[in-house]
């Protein structure tokens, strides 16, 4: 803003238009920083007669423009990503600890305590991913912004969205069963043959159109349990 209005009074205007209140998910909120910038720029580019009716414009696309991207960030990233990250960190620490413990059954060495790198895997796994794809999504939506103004709804629209929240969820299904699987063999080996039934139990809440942190959590939890509890 500094550097579009030059006159102070105007400046002190445009900073004053964005301090109203404005809410939407975090991770896309750089569409609306950047189509803003370039609807004022275009504002002061144009006659002073039509600033008024061009900063009303402003004001209600930006309010619309953080709606929808709340709708589709609050979607893909807390109801899809997020999950799927953190069932990754726990499949990254399971296939670690396993491969630990497994090096220990074949040196015909006692388990001992896992190390701690076995679990900083996990947490970085999540980090990377999610951090990624945020980051990722922040800059994208700054750049097209900037370079769209007002048609960065369409560019918004291009993006499926819908098509990867789909495929995160049940690859973090698919994952989520896999780990699973892998802690249920711990426990089924010591014959708790009951544990098969509640994680098919666990299963069928996918079907019941649970939301997808309740199933992986439901899942993990049964299983995890079940692998650590002694008979």
């Known amino acids: 803003l500094k550097l579009i209005w030059k006159d102070p009074a105007n400046r002190v205007a445009a900073m004053r238009r964005h301090l109203e209140l404005f809410n939407t998910q975090p991770h896309m909120a750089g569409f609306c920083l950047g189509a803003s910038a370039r609807l004022e720029e275009q504002m002061e580019a144009a006659p002073k007669s039509e600033r008024p009716a061009r900063e009303a414009r402003l004001r209600s696309f930006k309010a619309v423009l953080a709606s929808t991207c709340a709708a589709l960030g609050d979607s893909f990233f807390w109801s899809a990503l997020r999950p799927f990250c953190a069932v990754l960190a726990i499949a990254v620490w399971g296939l670690a600890a396993f491969w630990v ?98 994680a098919l139990t666990m299963a069928a809440l996918k079907v019941w159109d649970f939301s997808t942190a309740a199933v992986y959590a439901c899942i993990l939890f049964v299983s995890l349990a079940a692998a650590l509890i002694r008979p």
């Open 101 to 198: 413990w497994y090096g220990a059954a074949l040196r015909d060495e006692r388990f001992g305590a896992l190390p701690a790198g076995v679990f900083l895997a996990g947490s970085a796994a999540y980090l990377v991913l999610f951090n990624g794809v945020a980051l990722t999504a922040r800059w994208t939506g700054l750049r097209l912004g900037l370079r769209e103004g007002e048609e960065v709804a369409r560019e918004l629209k291009r993006l499926p969205f819908r098509v990867w929240e789909t495929r995160l969820r049940w690859t973090g299904f698919m994952l989520t069963a896999a780990a699973a699987a892998g802690f249920l063999v711990v426990s089924a080996a010591r014959g708790d043959w009951w544990v098969l039934l509640a």
